[in-house]
């Protein structure tokens, strides 16, 4: 092993022609150029993100302006009527606005208790092999587009509710809110599970230690512990339900009208997202018709925006919270 | 005692933990199962003759031989159908006889006149066809078989007339000796209902004004202008509910008043006299000889254009369309995603940019599908393209832009969590060894973290190939030309998923078209999610045992 | 090293100061002219690495403070202490390698070669490329054998391929590394042992020809017979590179270097000849390390 002393030192240090440890803009002009550019064009590139946001709010804004200010923005939001094609033309939201809360509530009444139990199982009840076999298929779930969710409501739900249940029309407010709780319960259990697995062992060895079981382990501490993230599951979960399109349309009946009376599942209803879908192709360029669709969109974007702010709220608190446990 | 309630109850908490998520996996078999079995039919089935006559006519496939001979073999079969149906006719069809008497008689006054006998003559003659024309009309009016025995009698008395012997007059006897054969034995009172019938069950049997029947048009009827009804049941489980429908008749009848109605069957013969009635179990028995199912797999459906809003043919157009979106927005997304995840790796150091452009990404991440395809609209379409000298109109380019904008968010997170998970030794390694961050990124850690970042591509490709509100209005179209450039808007798999779930009521006479576009979506998407759940698992192994 | 391989060394010259004990001052023979170690022609009594008053804070909290100490080329510097104690800070700063990490900032001075590194105009590349690294944890690229240590040379623009087989031959002989993988050189550096993965990346570092080498408890993931062949090496190495590496092993400290500085609660407590710090400390903290009474 010490037979190659002589090749050592041929490997001199590189002292013959070192370089400069110091090099002012002035000495490395091109260097310091090409850095400086490059991280500009960097930061330019990454800012589109941000760019896109912006764009994406001006250029809908600004369509909707049209129709914001010659219509009156209380007739918008406060009548039930929406007649853009009659004459005079009337574009009362009010019916549609609650109709897309409506499906999207009524979608979570369905996912977040079954979310949240599978939340729980996956992250307290099973091993990590069992998980790895289930993730999967919550992930299938995500994966799925929703036009073949609403080809599956209209072409087999939709039928199937008709005849078990013997309502006028499969495509009704059930119809859309059960197959919107599908699509949102990914969304919920990945986050959900997330923040209840991030709490860490301590907090349930503890309540074990004072011989609780485990449904009272996880009923009475670990989930009121992580409610910060459940809550942003949750909302998340909203956010999935209220910003989704092809499936209210196409599951949804499109009938603009507030059910009644208000528990009423099985009538149709009508959505901002289905609104917009349905109606711009017709909605002649430049129409008020058009404007008022715009104006959904708007509405539409900013109710995400509350709601993502929201949740960002909730998970920041979830990561400080499972960073101190 | 308590301590037991307590013990049971947790129990049942732990098994309903474990039922949400069976409840989880059962949605998800009833939603693929029916889907993946009914949308394979559309490449694997049972095709009949009249599939093999399609493809050769449509898209000049199969051997032209073998066809010709399939085809005479089933004539053979069909001919009796057609003879049955005839020879019906000829006791039933009252109109069609009437006319058909008319046709003769204006027939042979136009051949007595081209003989230039002598006047006395011809108006005799023309006389005795006008009274047997006038006769068999009132025997074919005629509800009373006495009274038309008694008018048929009296025609057939002249048939022993030389002067009409051998002349197109001869006809009207062989006519009048059926009709009188066949009356014989049909209820004279419902002439008009088994016109009707028959014609129904024609329709069925051949083709009516809209729907394609079983056996497709007789031979030697003009083409019909609609492609579809120029051929019977392509598939043998059409012919079979074709067959069902010609066999049975349903209604719905109120049984008790008040009570919803009941659908109810009966066999469709019973709404024909006697002599028909073989036909049925003709029909019934012979279907297999008379379509020839054999074994097919259309793979082409993949690859054929639709012919009558998809009755007959595939999806290639709509592979093709969706193929191109995703192509061309995976260009902007890729460089874009990967840069993006880099830099916030890589150079996150002003607390508040970063935080901005967090808050961006994250906001991107939540816009609504459809807001994506207003700003599409809005922003592409109506304001950039007039502004780069482009027509401002929907095309692919404008719906892969928009669908770029909108995944970007999953491109930057996955790229970013595997750039993340790079252990940084690696690039510490390098970065002692006097490389740039630059040249550490591109020889280090890119490589490291691009099995995480493929994850990213694919997860990003399928999100693009399934979305369909944004490109509802930026460049996704129902029917239309296959796109020549990407200027041209396109038809894709989740558009045409839609249009044919509710698009117009052919898509429900062909499920098999309709679930197999949708199924060739979702299994397009499945695969690639799959690929990447693969992909990350076997990083995750690497990662976890280096 | 006996002193008889020292003289079958042919193209160096060691010459001992007299004035300086134990200082030694070294001169190479390059493409046949001799040369001073030390690039602004002093000689190389004077310190490679200068530290005056160097303090280097993560935001809020402390790393390493006041530090003041030369570094001597051509031997061995040991930096010993408890764990916690910012040993590895310091080390690490020589190279800057701290700037990965976010909200650090710096007071002080901290001179390599006559340079202030600190300075905002310092040529990161620059200085890594003659201040190397070996880390604490074996840190291969999952590379071949051959592209880890052809890594570096290929940095500065070494593309010719006979060169750079020649200079991998050199590195991982340099590193005793060399019979062990010479016949699969592409086989990925992660199939090898532990020790060899270290040694691989000694000679990946030296590689880059730097004047500096800096070894971060380069043994601490290793066997003892590993640690020994490494040990081995250093003492190879010491006659041409300047070579400060962090222990927290008293024994290899004294083994291996020269001078030794103890190191506790971010600030130096004492610096000077192994031998001294380890029989006769002038404080009472380092007798109490090195004795073994402190935690």
């Known amino acids: 092993m010490m037979n190659d002393g002589n090749v050592t030192l041929t490997l001199t240090p590189a002292a013959d022609s070192p370089r400069p440890l110091v090099l002012t803009p002035g000495q490395d002009l091109r260097g310091y150029l090409a850095a400086l550019l490059g991280r500009a064009f960097l930061f330019f590139l990454t800012f589109s993100s941000v760019l896109a946001v912006m764009l994406i709010l001006v250029f809908v804004v600004i369509r909707s302006l049209g129709f914001l200010s010659s219509s009156s923005l209380m007739e918008f939001l406060a009548s039930q009527s929406w007649r853009p094609t009659a004459d005079p033309p009337v574009f009362g939201a009010l019916a549609i606005i609650v109709g897309s809360l409506y499906v999207s509530l009524a979608a979570l009444v369905f996912a977040v208790p079954l979310g949240i139990l599978a939340a729980v199982f996956l992250s307290d009840m099973v091993s990590w092999k069992v998980r790895n076999v289930v993730k999967p298929i919550v992930e299938i779930l995500a994966a799925i587009p929703s036009v073949a969710y609403g080809f599956f409501a209209v072409l087999v739900l939709a039928p199937w509710l008709q005849r078990e249940f013997g309502f006028s029309t499969g495509t009704n407010a059930l119809n859309a809110s059960l197959i919107l709780a599908v699509m949102a319960l990914p969304t919920i259990i990945s986050v959900a599970e997330d923040s209840i697995s991030a709490l860490g062992r301590e907090l349930r060895e503890a309540s074990y230690s004072c011989g609780a079981t485990r449904m009272e382990t996880l009923l009475r501490v670990v989930i009121p512990a992580a409610h910060s993230g459940i809550i942003a599951a949750v909302v998340l979960g909203m956010m999935r339900a209220i910003g989704e399109t092809m499936v209210v349309w196409m599951a949804s009946g499109n009938a603009p009208q507030i059910p009644h009376p208000w528990w009423d599942l099985a009538q149709s209803v009508r959505t901002l997202t289905a609104t917009i879908a349905g109606e711009m192709g017709e909605a002649p360029e430049t129409s008020l018709h058009r404007g008022a669709l715009f104006a959904m969109g708007v509405l539409l974007l900013l109710m995400t925006l509350g709601m993502n702010i929201v949740s960002e709220y909730f998970l920041a608190r979830a990561k400080k919270a499972g960073g101190k446990a | ?546 | 090293m006996p002193e008889e391989e020292r003289k079958d060394m042919p193209t160096s010259v060691l010459k001992n100061d007299i004035t300086k004990p134990n200082v030694r001052t070294t001169t190479f023979t390059i493409d046949g002219r001799e040369r001073p170690a030390n690039l602004a022609g002093e000689t190389c009594t004077c310190a490679v690495i200068h530290s005056e008053n160097f303090s280097l804070h993560y935001g809020s909290k402390a790393g390493v403070q006041n530090i003041t100490m030369d570094i001597y080329p051509c031997s061995v510097t040991a930096i010993i202490g408890p764990s916690g104690c910012g040993k590895s800070t310091f080390l690490r700063s020589i190279n800057r390698m701290n700037d990965l990490i976010p909200h650090v900032h710096t007071e002080g001075k901290l001179l390599v070669d006559g340079h202030d590194i600190y300075d905002k105009h310092t040529n990161l590349v620059n200085l890594r490329q003659q201040v190397g690294m070996v880390f604490q944890k074996p840190n291969p690229f999952p590379k071949s054998i051959f592209d880890n240590v052809a890594y570096g040379p290929s940095l500065q623009g070494v593309r010719n391929k006979g060169e750079l087989q020649n200079v991998v031959e050199q590195s991982l002989r340099a590193a005793a590394l060399w019979e062990e993988v010479k016949d699969d050189l592409k086989k990925s550096a992660l199939a090898l042992s532990g020790g060899q993965q270290q040694r691989l990346c000694i000679a990946r570092a030296l590689a880059t020809k730097p004047r500096v080498l800096l070894m971060d408890e380069p043994c601490s993931a290793l066997d003892p017979i590993a640690t020994g062949r490494i040990e081995d090496l250093m003492h190879q190495l010491q006659s041409t590179y300047t070579i400060v590496i962090v222990t927290h092993n008293m024994q290899q400290a004294a083994r291996v270097s020269e001078r030794a500085a103890f190191f506790c609660l971010g600030e130096l407590i004492e610096y000077d000849w192994t031998s001294k710090i380890f029989s006769n400390p002038a404080k009472k903290e380092t007798e109490d390390y090195v004795t073994g009474r402190f935690g």
């Open chain 2, 1 to 546: 005692m308590k301590l037991r309630f307590r013990g049971q109850l947790d129990r049942v908490f732990t098994i309903a933990t474990g039922l949400s998520v069976v409840l989880l996996t059962l949605v998800l078999l009833a939603i693929l199962g029916p889907m993946v079995y009914r949308g394979s039919s559309a490449v694997f089935f049972q095709g009949t003759v009249e599939f093999r006559k399609m493809q050769k006519n449509l898209f000049g496939r199969g051997d032209e031989q073998a066809l010709h001979a399939e085809v005479a073999e089933t004539e053979k079969v069909r001919q009796q159908v057609y003879e049955m149906i005839d020879a019906f006719k000829k006791g039933v069809d009252v109109e069609a006889l009437s006319e058909q008497v008319r046709q003769i008689h204006r027939q042979f006054g136009q051949d007595l006149r081209d003989r230039n006998l002598p006047a006395g003559e011809y108006t005799r003659l023309r006389e005795l066809t006008r009274q047997i024309r006038d006769k068999l009309e009132a025997a074919f009016r005629s509800q009373d078989i006495n009274e038309i025995k008694r008018l048929v009698g009296e025609v057939l008395k002249d048939e022993s007339n030389p002067q009409l012997k051998g002349t197109s007059a001869e006809k009207l006897f062989a006519i009048a000796r059926q009709f009188l054969q066949a009356a014989g034995q049909i209820d004279l009172g419902k002439h008009q209902e088994y016109a009707l019938a028959l014609q129904e069950a024609e329709g069925i049997l051949f083709h009516s004004e809209a729907l394609p029947g079983l056996l497709g048009p007789r031979p030697g009827e003009p083409p019909a202008p609609l492609v579809m009804l120029r051929y019977g049941a392509t598939r043998w489980d059409q012919a079979q509910t074709l067959l069902d429908r010609f066999l049975w008749v349903e209604h719905w009848v109120e049984e008790k008043p008040g009570e919803p109605l009941v659908l109810q069957r009966k066999p469709r013969a019973e709404l024909f006299p006697e002599p028909l009635r073989p036909l049925f179990t003709y029909v019934e028995q012979n279907a297999g000889k008379m379509l020839h199912p054999r074994r097919t797999v259309y793979w082409q459906f993949l690859r054929d254009d639709n012919v009558n809003s998809h009755y007959f043919g595939g999806i290639g157009p709509e592979i093709l369309g969706t193929m191109l979106i995703t192509v061309v927005g995976m260009l902007f997304v890729i460089p874009l995603g990967i840069i993006s995840a880099a830099y916030l790796v890589e150079c996150a150091s002003d607390g508040w940019t970063m935080r901005i452009i967090r808050m961006g990404i994250n906001t991107l991440a939540g816009v609504p599908s459809i807001v994506f395809g207003l700003f599409g609209l809005a922003f592409f379409v109506l304001f950039l393209f007039p502004l780069l000298g482009f027509a401002p109109r929907p095309c692919i380019l404008a719906a892969s832009m928009t669908l770029a904008v909108l995944t970007l968010p999953v491109m930057i997170r996955a790229s970013e969590e595997a750039i993340r998970s790079v252990p940084a030794t690696y690039k510490e390694g390098s970065l002692a060894l006097g490389a740039s961050r630059f040249h550490t990124f591109i020889a280090v850690t890119f490589p490291a973290a691009l099995p995480g970042i493929l994850t990213g591509v694919i997860l990003s490709l399928s999100r693009i190939a399934g979305e369909t509100a944004p490109i509802l209005f930026t460049g996704a179209v129902s029917l239309g030309a296959v796109p020549r450039s990407l200027f041209d808007p396109t038809r894709t798999l989740s558009y045409g998923s839609y249009d044919m779930a509710v698009g117009d009521r052919l898509g429900m006479m062909v499920p098999h078209n309709q679930y197999g576009m949708v199924v060739t979506l979702v299994l397009l998407i499945l695969i690639l999610n799959g690929a990447a759940i693969m992909l990350r698992t076997r990083v995750f192994k690497k990662l976890r045992g280096h």
